[in-house]
């Protein structure tokens, strides 16, 4: 589980469920509901990313790209936003499946493929539909921009059974 500082010391009965006192420090826990499998995969990308970003001083073109694959890898842990609901249905949603996608990719091996399934699993909870449209389109947009290939689908197009690898574009 990851979990992130906060300084605020009020340790509230109502919080209990969104954070977690550890020797006297409130800490934020990330997203609980995401498959152990793609949850590790994530939270070594963000380790990686920091450790990338630690090897670059700030300004330098790789320092740049270790920032994005550290906050890509929060998004998708959650940790930069909260899950997705209806309520958020849109921009944020949006954000959350792009990041998602880009640090499932870069927490595997290159030649490797995600998933639409498993950017559902990981950014929505179990049955909820909606949330086809917004990876759906995600993808499209990774698609137009070279980012993303489609390795394969099912005769029927269903979004759930779609493979992706890296395109050209893809850093």
Known sequence: MNFVYSSTPDFSESETTSFIPVTGRRWRGAQLDIPERLQAQLISELIAGKFAMKQFLPGAAGHEHALCRVLDAQRALGERNNRFD?????????V??????????????????????EVVSVIAPAGWAR?????????RQLLDGGELVELAADAAGALAERRFGRGPAFS
């Open 131 to 139: 949330c086809d449209e917004v990876v759906d389109a995600t993808v």
């Open 96 to 117: 959350h499946a792009l990041s998602t996608v880009r640090a499932l990719l870069r927490s595997r091996p290159p030649g490797d493929v995600v998933t639409a399934a």
């Open 86 to 94: 209806e309520a958020r249905f849109g921009g944020e949603a949006a």
